[in-house]
């Protein structure tokens, strides 16, 4: 039994750990800051670089960087390159971006989606369910 309570306390701590870990790389804690904030403004596409790179086996793949303009509330011109998203606006077309009122240049293009969101509390609530399962069946085993 002690065993099986050993494990669940690590494997809970992991699976914890593990979920700040993912948060942060998706860019939870910026993306969510900046959907609360509720500032959205309407951004043009003005020029689209394309990127080439090769893949893992090789192949080319061609990444496009198309340059955002918007013009916040208070009347500030904000020009910015979006290499995060997967949008692919064509010249003159129009996109709804979310950005920080103390920082406009710390724009996305990125809309709200529930795993971003919560992302920590999913990866945590699987994780330590996970580890309550296999306590349970070392408890009985061992």
């Known amino acids: 039994m002690a065993v099986a309570a050993a494990y669940f306390v690590l494997a809970v701590g992991a699976a914890v750990m593990f979920a700040k870990g993912t948060d942060r790389n998706l860019q ?3 993306l969510r800051a900046l959907w609360a904030e509720g500032r959205t403004a309407e951004a043009r596409c003005t020029a689209v670089r394309a990127e ?3 893949d893992a086996e090789g192949g ?3 990444h496009r960087r198309p340059t955002l303009e918007f013009r916040t509330d208070d009347g500030r011109t904000v020009v910015f390159e979006d290499g995060q998203s997967r949008l692919e606006p064509a ?4 996109v709804t971006v979310h ?3 103390a920082d ?3 724009v996305t293009t990125r809309a709200p989606s529930f795993f971003v969101l919560h992302a920590r509390a999913v ?3 699987v994780g330590s369910v996970f580890a309550l399962i296999t306590a349970v069946v070392l408890a009985l085993v061992l």
């Open 99 to 101: 950005y920080s009122a």
């Open 28 to 30: 939870g804690p910026r």
């Open 60 to 62: 080319l793949v061609v």
């Open 91 to 94: 010249v003159g077309d129009f």
């Open 123 to 125: 990866i945590t609530g």
């Open 104 to 106: 406009p240049e710390d």
């Open 52 to 54: 080439e790179a090769q």
